[in-house]
Structure formats: structure tokens, C-alpha cells
């Protein structure tokens, strides 16, 4: 199975003034764990993630106070949509992160996480009937 068949191509996207209680309404608003950053002033495309706000607050910064920029990861690690899931599970593993931003072209088409991976690899179970 390919990247393609387990990301999610509605992504959301934010840019980097957005503060992090702005950042995490948004995402919990969607129900997702990352967010694409796009910043051409920091080189492009990054990522924030859940833990990213997590460790700000827990370091004591405020959320209405500290800037996405601040807190985003701008070293991703990109995928290809043509990429197994295997090399995707990989590079998480190895990288010790767990969503990818995919891209084709240069441009983001969507993210897949570590939850992505095992719903397509993790049989769906049946409930016996009672």
C-alpha cells in the first residue's frame, strides 16, 4: 500500500503569526494533530504539531502569546505520494516524529501520521453480535 491510499488530503494549512491558542483551535477544530506551515520567510513549508504546542506549555509560554513561527519544525522530513507505507513508517521511525507532509511537485497534498498507517495495516474488527 502506497502513502497515497492513507494520507489525508484535507490539510490544514496556517501561517506563522497565527498564535498557538489560534493554531490549536483550528486544529481541534478539524480533529487533526498537525498543521502545514506555510512560511516563505522561513524557507517554505513546515509543520506544527500537537507537541509542539505541548511543550510550549508546558515550558510556561502562553498561548495567546507565542507565535506559530516560533514553535514550527522547519527540517521536515517530506514524503512522495508513490512512497510504501513501509518507508513511511521508517523514516517516522527513524526521524522519531509521527506525521509526514507529502508532496508532489513541490507542493503539500496532504499528511499522513502514524494513526493513518495502522488503520490501513490493522484489520477493522467486528463485534460479535451479543
Sequence with gaps: MLVRDAMSTVVLTIGPAHTLRQASALMSARRVGAAIVLDPDAGGIG???????????????????????????????????????????????????????????????????????IRCWAPVRQHAPA
Design 47 to 117: 509543520i506544527l504539531t500537537e507537541r509542539d504546542v505541548l511543550n510550549s506549555v508546558g515550558l510556561g509560554q502562553s498561548p495567546d502569546t507565542e507565535r506559530v513561527h516560533d514553535h514550527t519544525t522547519t527540517d521536515v522530513v517530506f514524503a512522495a505520494p508513490a512512497w510504501t507505507l513501509e518507508e513511511a513508517a521508517q523514516a517516522m521511525a527513524h526521524g522519531g516524529f509521527r506525521h509526514l507532509v507529502v508532496l508532489d511537485h513541490d507542493e503539500p497534498v496532504g499528511i499522513v501520521s502514524v494513526r493513518d498507517i
